[in-house]
């Protein structure tokens, strides 16, 4: 039994990363963006799932670690002499280095935004349940206000430029080298480095609902005053949480700032906090694999509700009514549908939901 | 004719059948316990009479089928003092004893019910303005009994009144549930573990095995039977 | 200290309109365990209802109270047909299907009302007058008295009737409240449908002091009622308006005096409600759940 269950993992895995790897080859260079979209969703819904689905902790503040990691990779890759050239004036203190190449500031976004979560997560060890989201909610609403604030960084409403960047690989129109000899566009490069992240950052995210880490997080979502008793450390492991999970959404932001070639304050508005969170809902809360169902919505329903009808406000009630449908349908999401037709089969393979 | 009759009554919870067709009834002006042991469907029975728990098979109440919602059941006259004892702990002695009444049509009576519940238990009358969370678990059995008197109930069903209670307090309830039925013609179902305390108290009893009626008879019949004695009495 | 004053008193008008739509978040908070993300769209809606009465040709005062029986037959509804049927489901999935109602009102504003910029009469007039050196305008005084009568019948009605004793017993423990023959989840209903008739009141008495509006209306609203509930404490009532009434002027002195906070007023405030929690992680006047283990 656990053989097979170890088998049929595996074997899920390796069609998780074959998919990946065809797809580009049947799509066109449109799609692949979107897809490489999905994957940076995929990414921040992995995070926020460790901080909601494990530990009970409704977050609708995600957006704001999301800023911050595309506003990390934004400012580095400019760096003083790219700000400057902006007609910026970064104070001399903040290191804000001479432009580096784009790849680079991907775990330079991830740990300050990781740093973030854990200044976050201290405030939020006094807090719990409606309060604490209702807290983080007041991140994300505060968000863009404040990124306009410190305008002399971040360019206030209009935002850094990335397109002109050297440090941007390929730009839009130029092929990508990769090892080996081959070539690929924009896009493709987009979509194949947004993966290989994800896929990293979801072994990542299996490993940790298997570890010791994981029992504990659940533990604690499951009854805080039993899993104290059992020795688990509240506040240590709350903070090890947010800043996991703001890690994640950090490392979407760098890739989102990437694709967009450019970061705004406009471009987190508390709707993308509040997006992050119906991603999760319908990927299913404690779920893993079922959540790119969750990605495939955010990116694809609004666009698919635009399909069917121009007029204003209507692609919004059927986004609306969509969503509300499914919830009445699939009230623990795409993976609580899995776990029920899975289930007798591996009873194990999925974490359970609340 | 019994009060209250249950014949071939099953339920489930999910995948797991709890109740395998229970049959029995009860009398006007009785007290009737059922026994058994945990996990025996003692609890699920009462849940099935007052609609808290899905069921199939007939219930009888007052020679008419009993409807299968809770709200309609307590409407029909049946109190259910449940497991926990249902105390609103938020609010004061007197708010719960108002919701007990929230079921009656006539208004009028509040006031004259409150009187009779007050003169067995003194207490209420001075504490009516005090949280019920805040009142000790004997206080809230006692109140939780109070309420369902509150709605001048044919049929109060009692799930383990004795439970974490000192015997003085026990007996003190069922001295009070005694005399209410004395005064006012009401029967009760009590579901206890305890079966000696539930055979002092009761005319008939029922053992529950596994969802089943297992033995049945009057309060003495089965002190006499032996198996009972040595399973549920321990001498 | 006049221009104090003056800061203050405006605040606590603006505040007032907080405080109505933090009640009806209340409300709904207490009587179901949800913090209702639809509560601003939902008073958004009532107010094009009111609109649309007022541009049929009814007088205003009869377009209010329509709206208002018209509001509580919607908040009973959406109970009914959608709340209702996640009501077994985790915090989360109802939380998305109050996002969800969000939206799908939001567009259903401006696909019915095109989008455009309505204006909404003032009922209680423009004249101000003038207090000790304070202005007070008395649509500003009005909005202040309709919020707190309006707490008032609330009052009356939760601690003084059966039928609110039977609306806070079925907050409290539905089983038992079941076991009393209250009927649980119309009183669930009926909650949603009295949030629904504040939010109205709150959209209506807003609207007109924005100039014109749109289906943007209370998005702003909406979050300040945020600030306010949490800062009162979600399940108190009286906590929503004190906590309204305290976003109100909070937000204004943070503007007014702070220099570094002129252009972060919303942050700002926020920052001091957040301050506030934690010294009382439940509000005000919230109050801890106590917890058997």
């Given at each position: 039994?656990?053989?097979?269950?170890?088998?049929?993992?595996?074997?899920?895995?390796?069609?998780?990363?074959?998919?990946?790897?065809?797809?580009?080859?049947?799509?066109?260079?449109?799609?692949?963006?979107?897809?490489?979209?999905?994957?940076?969703?995929?990414?921040?819904?992995?995070?926020?799932?460790?901080?909601?689905?494990?530990?009970?902790?409704?977050?609708?503040?995600?957006?704001?670690?999301?800023?911050?990691?595309?506003?990390?990779?934004?400012?580095?890759?400019?760096?003083?002499?790219?700000?400057?050239?902006?007609?910026?004036?970064?104070?001399?203190?903040?290191?804000?280095?001479?432009?580096?190449?784009?790849?680079?500031?991907?775990?330079?976004?991830?740990?300050?935004?990781?740093?973030?979560?854990?200044?976050?997560?201290?405030?939020?060890?006094?807090?719990?349940?409606?309060?604490?989201?209702?807290?983080?909610?007041?991140?994300?609403?505060?968000?863009?206000?404040?990124?306009?604030?410190?305008?002399?960084?971040?360019?206030?409403?209009?935002?850094?430029?990335?397109?002109?960047?050297?440090?941007?690989?390929?730009?839009?129109?130029?092929?990508?080298?990769?090892?080996?000899?081959?070539?690929?566009?924009?896009?493709?490069?987009?979509?194949?480095?947004?993966?290989?992240?994800?896929?990293?950052?979801?072994?990542?995210?299996?490993?940790?609902?298997?570890?010791?880490?994981?029992?504990?997080?659940?533990?604690?979502?499951?009854?805080?005053?039993?899993?104290?008793?059992?020795?688990?450390?509240?506040?240590?492991?709350?903070?090890?949480?947010?800043?996991?999970?703001?890690?994640?959404?950090?490392?979407?932001?760098?890739?989102?700032?990437?694709?967009?070639?450019?970061?705004?304050?406009?471009?987190?508005?508390?709707?993308?906090?509040?997006?992050?969170?119906?991603?999760?809902?319908?990927?299913?809360?404690?779920?893993?694999?079922?959540?790119?169902?969750?990605?495939?919505?955010?990116?694809?329903?609004?666009?698919?509700?635009?399909?069917?009808?121009?007029?204003?406000?209507?692609?919004?009630?059927?986004?609306?009514?969509?969503?509300?449908?499914?919830?009445?349908?699939?009230?623990?999401?795409?993976?609580?549908?899995l776990r029920r037709v899975l289930g007798p089969l591996t009873s194990r393979l999925y974490p359970r939901s609340q | 004719m019994p009060l209250l009759e249950l014949e071939d009554v099953q339920a489930r919870y999910g995948a797991v059948q709890a109740l395998h067709g229970v049959t029995l009834d009860v009398d006007e002006r009785q007290v009737v316990s059922v026994l058994g042991a945990n996990g025996a469907g003692k609890t699920t029975t009462l849940r099935a009479i007052s609609g808290t728990v899905r069921r199939s098979g007939s219930i009888r109440f007052d020679g008419k089928s009993l409807p299968r919602s809770p709200e309609a059941v307590a409407r029909s006259g049946i109190a259910h003092v449940p497991e926990g004892r249902g105390t609103f702990a938020e609010l004061s002695v007197d708010?719960?004893?108002?919701?007990?009444?929230?079921?009656?049509?006539?208004?009028?009576?509040?006031?004259?019910?409150?009187?009779?519940?007050?003169?067995?238990?003194?207490?209420?009358?001075?504490?009516?303005?005090?949280?019920?969370?805040?009142?000790?678990?004997?206080?809230?059995?006692?109140?939780?009994?109070?309420?369902?008197?509150?709605?001048?109930?044919?049929?109060?069903?009692?799930?383990?009144?004795?439970?974490?209670?000192?015997?003085?307090?026990?007996?003190?309830?069922?001295?009070?549930?005694?005399?209410?039925?004395?005064?006012?013609?009401?029967?009760?179902?009590?579901?206890?573990?305890?079966?000696?305390?539930?055979?002092?108290?009761?005319?008939?009893?029922?053992?529950?095995?596994?969802?089943?009626?297992?033995?049945?008879?009057?309060?003495?019949?089965?002190?006499?039977?032996?198996?009972?004695?040595?399973?549920?009495?321990?001498? | 200290?006049?221009?104090?004053?003056?800061?203050?008193?405006?605040?606590?008008?603006?505040?007032?309109?907080?405080?109505?739509?933090?009640?009806?978040?209340?409300?709904?908070?207490?009587?179901?365990?949800?913090?209702?993300?639809?509560?601003?769209?939902?008073?958004?809606?009532?107010?094009?209802?009111?609109?649309?009465?007022?541009?049929?040709?009814?007088?205003?005062?009869?377009?209010?109270?329509?709206?208002?029986?018209?509001?509580?037959?919607?908040?009973?509804?959406?109970?009914?047909?959608?709340?209702?049927?996640?009501?077994?489901?985790?915090?989360?999935?109802?939380?998305?299907?109050?996002?969800?109602?969000?939206?799908?009102?939001?567009?259903?504003?401006?696909?019915?009302?095109?989008?455009?910029?309505?204006?909404?009469?003032?009922?209680?007039?423009?004249?101000?007058?003038?207090?000790?050196?304070?202005?007070?305008?008395?649509?500003?005084?009005?909005?202040?008295?309709?919020?707190?009568?309006?707490?008032?019948?609330?009052?009356?009605?939760?601690?003084?009737?059966?039928?609110?004793?039977?609306?806070?017993?079925?907050?409290?423990?539905?089983?038992?409240?079941?076991?009393?023959?209250?009927?649980?989840?119309?009183?669930?209903?009926?909650?949603?449908?009295?949030?629904?008739?504040?939010?109205?009141?709150?959209?209506?008495?807003?609207?007109?002091?924005?100039?014109?509006?749109?289906?943007?209306?209370?998005?702003?609203?909406?979050?300040?009622?945020?600030?306010?509930?949490?800062?009162?404490?979600?399940?108190?009532?009286?906590?929503?308006?004190?906590?309204?009434?305290?976003?109100?002027?909070?937000?204004?002195?943070?503007?007014?005096?702070?220099?570094?906070?002129?252009?972060?007023?919303?942050?700002?405030?926020?920052?001091?409600?957040?301050?506030?929690?934690?010294?009382?992680?439940?509000?005000?006047?919230?109050?801890?759940?106590?917890?058997?283990?």
């Amino acid at each position: 039994m656990l053989a097979a269950r170890t088998a049929i993992r595996v074997l899920g895995l390796a069609l998780f990363v074959a998919v990946v790897v065809v797809v580009p080859s049947r799509i066109s260079e449109f799609r692949a963006s979107e897809f490489a979209l999905i994957g940076i969703f995929f990414i921040a819904i992995l995070g926020l799932n460790i901080l909601t689905g494990y530990t009970g902790v409704i977050s609708l503040g995600h957006g704001a670690f999301m800023a911050v990691g595309a506003y990390t990779t934004a400012i580095l890759m400019l760096g003083r002499p790219g700000l400057e050239a902006g007609g910026l004036s970064p104070p001399d203190w903040l290191p804000v280095g001479d432009g580096m190449k784009d790849v680079y500031t991907i775990p330079i976004a991830a740990l300050v935004a990781a740093l973030a979560g854990a200044l976050f997560g201290l405030p939020a060890l006094r807090l719990s349940g409606p309060y604490l989201a209702l807290a983080t909610f007041g991140v994300a609403v505060a968000t863009p206000s404040v990124i306009r604030k410190f305008d002399s960084v971040t360019g206030g409403s209009g935002g850094l430029n990335l397109f002109d960047s050297p440090n941007l690989t390929g730009a839009i129109f130029n092929a990508v080298h990769v090892p080996g000899g081959r070539t690929l566009t924009f896009n493709d490069w987009l979509y194949y480095l947004t993966w290989t992240i994800a896929l990293a950052l979801f072994v990542v995210a299996w490993l940790i609902h298997h570890s010791r880490l994981g029992r504990a997080l659940r533990a604690i979502r499951d009854d805080e005053i039993a899993a104290v008793a059992s020795g688990v450390g509240l506040a240590w492991h709350k903070t090890l949480a947010f800043s996991l999970s703001a890690l994640y959404a950090g490392v979407a932001g760098s890739l989102l700032a990437m694709s967009a070639f450019s970061v705004q304050p406009g471009a987190f508005p508390v709707d993308r906090s509040i997006a992050l969170l119906v991603g999760l809902a319908v990927g299913g809360l404690g779920s893993l694999v079922p959540l790119v169902a969750g990605a495939v919505f955010l990116v694809f329903l609004p666009q698919w509700a635009q399909d069917l009808s121009q007029a204003p406000g209507v692609p919004a009630v059927i986004y609306g009514a969509v969503l509300i449908g499914l919830m009445i349908v699939l009230p623990t999401g795409v993976g609580g549908l899995l776990r029920r037709v899975l289930g007798p089969l591996t009873s194990r393979l999925y974490p359970r939901s609340q | 004719m019994p009060l209250l009759e249950l014949e071939d009554v099953q339920a489930r919870y999910g995948a797991v059948q709890a109740l395998h067709g229970v049959t029995l009834d009860v009398d006007e002006r009785q007290v009737v316990s059922v026994l058994g042991a945990n996990g025996a469907g003692k609890t699920t029975t009462l849940r099935a009479i007052s609609g808290t728990v899905r069921r199939s098979g007939s219930i009888r109440f007052d020679g008419k089928s009993l409807p299968r919602s809770p709200e309609a059941v307590a409407r029909s006259g049946i109190a259910h003092v449940p497991e926990g004892r249902g105390t609103f702990a938020e609010l004061s002695v007197d708010e719960n004893l108002r919701l007990g009444a929230y079921s009656r049509r006539d208004r009028s009576g509040y006031e004259r019910d409150l009187a009779a519940v007050v003169k067995h238990f003194p207490w209420l009358d001075e504490r009516r303005d005090q949280q019920a969370g805040t009142l000790s678990g004997g206080e809230q059995q006692m109140l939780a009994l109070a309420r369902a008197f509150m709605s001048r109930p044919r049929l109060i069903l009692v799930d383990e009144p004795s439970l974490g209670l000192a015997p003085l307090i026990v007996r003190r309830l069922f001295d009070v549930l005694r005399a209410w039925i004395d005064e006012h013609g009401m029967s009760a179902l009590v579901v206890e573990q305890n079966a000696n305390v539930a055979l002092q108290h009761s005319e008939r009893a029922y053992v529950l095995e596994v969802g089943r009626v297992a033995v049945s008879g009057t309060a003495d019949e089965l002190r006499g039977n032996e198996a009972v004695r040595r399973s549920y009495l321990g001498y | 200290m006049a221009d104090f004053l003056q800061q203050v008193v405006s605040g606590l008008a603006s505040g007032g309109v907080y405080a109505l739509l933090a009640l009806a978040l209340v409300l709904i908070y207490r009587s179901t365990g949800v913090v209702n993300f639809a509560q601003g769209e939902m008073a958004m809606f009532s107010t094009f209802v009111c609109w649309e009465l007022i541009d049929r040709g009814l007088p205003y005062w009869v377009a209010f109270f329509a709206t208002l029986a018209i509001s509580f037959a919607g908040g009973v509804l959406i109970e009914r047909l959608v709340v209702h049927a996640v009501s077994r489901a985790a915090a989360i999935t109802v939380v998305t299907v109050t996002i969800g109602l969000l939206i799908m009102l939001n567009g259903a504003a401006a696909w019915i009302w095109k989008g455009e910029q309505r204006t909404l009469e003032n009922p209680f007039g423009t004249r101000t007058f003038d207090v000790g050196g304070v202005v007070v305008a008395v649509q500003d005084l009005g909005i202040l008295v309709v919020s707190l009568a309006l707490v008032a019948a609330l009052w009356v009605l939760f601690q003084r009737t059966r039928l609110g004793l039977a609306l806070r017993a079925s907050a409290l423990n539905p089983e038992s409240s079941r076991l009393h023959g209250i009927r649980v989840s119309w009183m669930l209903a009926l909650g949603w449908g009295l949030a629904a008739v504040l939010g109205a009141v709150a959209g209506m008495l807003v609207a007109p002091t924005q100039g014109s509006f749109d289906q943007n209306l209370m998005l702003p609203v909406l979050i300040f009622a945020f600030a306010a509930a949490v800062l009162g404490g979600l399940d108190s009532p009286l906590g929503a308006v004190v906590g309204g009434l305290a976003v109100g002027v909070i937000l204004n002195l943070v503007g007014a005096y702070i220099d570094f906070f002129a252009d972060l007023r919303l942050p700002a405030a926020l920052l001091v409600i957040l301050a506030i929690l934690l010294l009382r992680p439940h509000g005000l006047f919230g109050r801890a759940a106590v917890r058997r283990v």
